[in-house]
């Protein structure tokens, strides 16, 4: 008798008519072969899949170009499938403004149509893995279908992937269905389609991160924050990390960045402060359940880093570095960067040193310095196992996850967003991740250039309609004994000159100590209408040349640039209508009069 994995697997391949079905075990040997056949059989654009890189300076790292038209998610192309049920109003609403929305049967005839044959001449590997450490009792067991050996090397990069892994799914209906196919990689033929109620993610045309790894934002996020919606969970777009104090006590924080603000370098930031150090559990998602003693604790779902390459540096992420030259877990894979052609060694903005010689950009062009183009695409990747990191908490794979004292929500704000606020209780926390927004990187393509609202980093990965998502956070806060502090936090002001106010980075670790310290009560804050901000002396700032000038810049709350950002977060919450929590309009109030709007 087939199990229903086998079924699954058995009808999808009847449609998607594959030339042969191989499936993973997820071993180290499959990985060599795996890349092998992309080195040597399968390509995209008429470029093979996966090149060696000089083994010498980075041990079992490969080079990936991806096709031109496929280097960052597609919002405009990802839809959430709600069905229309009458206990649920309608599939649309339960999507919410927040999410594309397309009827479950009318998405599937059309993912059908496309995927009809889609992986014709091809292999479709079968990836059964895990996201949460198998013993936890918050992970649960998924099988990921590709037509495409860099998605699979991915997934076992990023996932705990593994045949051990049908085996705890045996004859239970119960996995999580990924059916992915990079079709032709035309984008007029591209969609990324989830069906929540069946556990389902249906992705055609693109062979991106977040696009194909379907375990990562498609799952762990869209789909999960429903599951979380209905189980009483969070799913979240957020790092976690460790930080260790002086005497050896370490306080747990969760913060949330929209892509490309710097996430993977916080979770693995190199102290600045003597004694401090910062440990990382994870730099992109975090499964958040309230624990018996009525504190938040967080899982990180992955086993890898799906970082950005640009910028990356000694100066800027060094364990970073250290992790991606780590002669460690096979293999470390380098996607769209420029390469240099004499050394095979990549290269990108920021990287240490002077310009290498000899570079072909991300699109395989001979590149010069000199015709103001980027050699890296700025949205390049490096996919690295996180068990690479010098920086791994010994927590990483605690089934139950780590204690959550304090949470971050911030965004990239070159202007009017101070450095550091203190929520002042959970509902006025929570407002502040409504009102959170943050400039666009190039995360995702086709996006406004501006600040877009991004609530909690969660606006394009909400798997349902944000207004019962902040409604979500409040009960959960409520439902919790000790729930965590929460704060905002914007690295990137910069002054008149167009300056950054504050260095970032390494130093960022001066903001988490203040952040520890308001956890325990050892400082007291300045209250101001928008939360609390540290008093200068409570700032640990010796070594760095912050006057109380540029202090008073970073913190500095103008009321005419106030006005314009309220009105802006009114334009945006009001779009949830009668969904919009009434609390939360509360504290929108609230503060309208204490800026005297
Ligand atoms: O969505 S990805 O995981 O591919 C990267 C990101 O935008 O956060
Ligand atoms: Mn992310």
Not at 535 to 553: A, H, Q, V, W
């Amino acid at each position: 008798m087939a199990t229903p994995v086998e079924k699954w697997v058995e009808e999808q391949a009847k449609l998607t008519k594959p030339d042969k079905i191989w499936w993973c075990d997820g071993s180290e040997e499959e990985a060599h072969k795996l890349i092998e056949i992309g080195i040597k059989e399968e390509k995209i654009n008429n470029v093979p899949i996966f090149q060696e890189l000089n083994q010498k300076i980075w041990p079992k790292a490969y080079y990936h170009r991806s096709h031109p038209t496929d280097v960052a998610r597609t919002e405009h192309l990802t839809y959430v499938c709600h069905p229309d049920l009458p206990s649920r109003q309608t599939g649309k609403d339960t999507a919410g403004p927040n999410n594309n929305w397309m009827e479950p049967n009318e998405a599937k005839s059309l993912m059908t149509k496309l995927s009809d044959g889609c992986m014709k001449g091809r292999t479709m590997y079968v990836l059964p893995y895990m996201m949460g450490n198998t013993d936890s009792p918050y992970a649960k067991a998924c099988v990921q279908l590709t037509d495409n050996s860099y998605v699979a090397i991915s997934m076992r990069i990023m996932t705990r992937m593994g045949k051990h892994i049908i085996e705890k799914i045996g004859n239970s209906e119960n996995f999580v269905k990924g059916l992915h196919s990079c079709g032709d990689f035309d984008p007029n033929k591209r969609f990324i389609m989830h069906f929540p109620d069946e556990h389902l993610v249906w992705s055609i045309g693109s062979g991106y991160g977040g696009n194909a790894l379907l375990g990562k934002k498609c799952f762990s996020l869209r789909i999960a924050s429903w599951l979380g919606l209905k189980e009483g969970w969070l799913a979240e777009h957020m790092v976690i990390i460790g930080i260790q104090c002086p005497n050896g006590d370490m306080t747990y924080v969760l913060a949330a960045f929209p892509s490309a603000c710097g996430k993977t370098n916080l979770a693995m930031l190199e102290s600045t402060l003597p004694g401090y150090k910062v440990w990382t559990v994870g730099d992109d998602i975090a499964w958040i359940n309230i624990g018996p003693d009525g504190r938040f604790y967080a899982i990180n779902p992955e086993i890898g880093l799906f970082g950005v390459v640009p910028g990356t540096s000694m100066k800027t992420n060094p364990n970073m570095m250290k992790s991606l030259k780590a002669d460690n877990f096979y293999p470390t894979l380098i996607t769209n960067s420029a390469l240099n052609t004499d050394t095979k060694e990549p290269w990108w903005e920021g990287l240490d040193g002077p310009v290498a010689k000899n570079l072909i950009d991300w699109q395989g062009n001979p590149w010069d310095s000199s015709e103001g183009t980027k050699a890296a695409h700025p949205n390049s990747r490096f996919t690295v196992s996180i068990y690479n990191s010098p920086t791994l908490s010994n927590e990483f794979d605690n089934p139950k996850g780590v204690p959550i004292s304090a949470i971050i929500i911030g965004g990239r704000r070159t202007q009017r967003i101070p450095l550091i606020v203190e929520g002042f209780n959970w509902e006025h926390g929570v407002f502040i991740g409504t009102r959170t927004g943050s400039e666009t990187t190039a995360a995702a393509t086709g996006l406004k250039a501006g600040v877009r609202r991004d609530p909690m980093a969660m606006l394009p990965f909400c798997g349902y309609n944000m207004g019962d998502y902040f409604q979500h956070w409040l009960n959960i806060g409520r439902k919790a004994s000790n729930p965590p502090k929460i704060f905002t936090a914007n690295w990137f002001r910069v002054d008149e000159n167009g300056n950054f106010l504050w260095p970032g980075f390494g130093e960022n670790i001066r903001i988490l100590k203040w952040i520890i310290d308001r956890v325990h009560n050892n400082v007291s804050a300045k209250e101001t209408p928008i939360g609390l901000i540290p008093n200068y002396e409570d700032l640990e700032l010796s070594g760095i040349n912050l006057t109380k000038e540029m202090y008073d810049k970073l913190f500095a709350i103008n009321i005419n640039e106030w006005k314009q950002e309220i009105d802006d977060i009114e334009k945006f919450l009001n779009q949830f209508g009668a969904r919009m929590p009434k609390e939360i309009w509360a504290e929108f109030k609230d503060l309208k009069s204490k800026l005297y709007i």
